[in-house]
């Protein structure tokens, strides 16, 4: 069902920018972001909100501020075809000669739009120009500065990552009616796509305001964050249709990503056989050299190769053990009771290998391994309360080696304790 506010009033002629806004099921941020809009300078301005059908309280949100927005925010919710469909749908509705698109979360820095104009007024030749931006969290504090890179940037840098932070672009309408709209078969890269787009075909048309722009907010449930898998096999796709092939390094990023908290953060089973079917659906973006390396990888990353349904334990790609690690494990159905860490002291330091694991309530245990050779260390579980559980274990080693201190011809500085060769779980 469509809902609009009935006393809205339409916007000026006057206009001379228009804001889009897609929106679903953002009342946390939205009042912020549109105050961010509204607050600009006294340029004729125009605030399109393109709300999804929220059922947050966004919409009494809208009804509020456009009472108080003296004509100048439009705004409807009704169904759509996801983000990219709502601001096709508002930059179709927009009546300035110059457009920028603001996420529901994001916010524009004070005089931000001014900056915009009085750029474009002295470079009429430009069709799209964007600025720097930082990264901000829940809270409006600034995590990080964005990694902006300047206009003259040619188009293969793209394959490093995006270097445009959308919040900052602005965009004369005719950008629009000589690029096209934005590619709707796309769940999250329909910007980076346009930004390609642009790049390739309209290059020297793009100009660059230099000046904190936006704030880009980054939190659990932002596109960015929630859908990464989507973000890297869609980005990998824009990269190959523009470039021909995107970069290996694209997928090796984003399994770090997976790493990282698992078994802990996403509801992923099985690690290795997932990483696996994702290579799969990304393989025909790269070139052969790049398939070849990414099979090799996938063999012999002992990350990857040792990690097991519902535990991880932190090891170089090599298999090495460093000085400390974390061992995180999940007790779902099977009631874990003990994991058994199955390796080699073969370090070339001298005298045993000794190592701590601290319990997740903080309980020490010793573990000393006097004889080369295999081992197998065996650790116990508390007795969770409830399931799932989760817990992690800190392992500390007193006994490593720094390869370069032994090896002449090696430049290895890492600290090295032993080699882990199997992780086991028993549930007796």
Partial sequence: MNKANTDQTQASQQVSVSVVMPSLNQATFIERSIRSVLSQSTIPLELIVMDGGSTDGTQAILSRLAQEANGRLRWKSETDRGPVHAVNKAMAMAQGNVIGWLNADDIYMPGAVERVIQTLDAHPEWLMVYGHAQHIDECDKVIGDYPTRLPDTPLEAFADGCFICQPTVFLRKDALNRLGRLTENLETAFDFEWWLRMFSQQHEAIGFVNALQAGSRLHSACITLNQRETVIREGMQVLAQYLGTSPLHWFKTYTDEMLADYPHGRQIKNIKAYLKKFARSISGYLSDADKQELRNYQQ??????????????????????PFRSTLRVRSRKRRWQRVELRGRHVSKADGPLQLKVYSPGGEESVHKIEKRGPFSLQIEFPSPAERPAFWTFTIEADGCFIPREHDPGSDDSRELACQIDAIRLHAK
């Fill in 300 to 321: 012999t990353d002992a990350r990857i190769n040792l990690a097991i349904p519902d535990a991880y334990l932190e090891i170089y790609s090599d298999g090495w053990l």
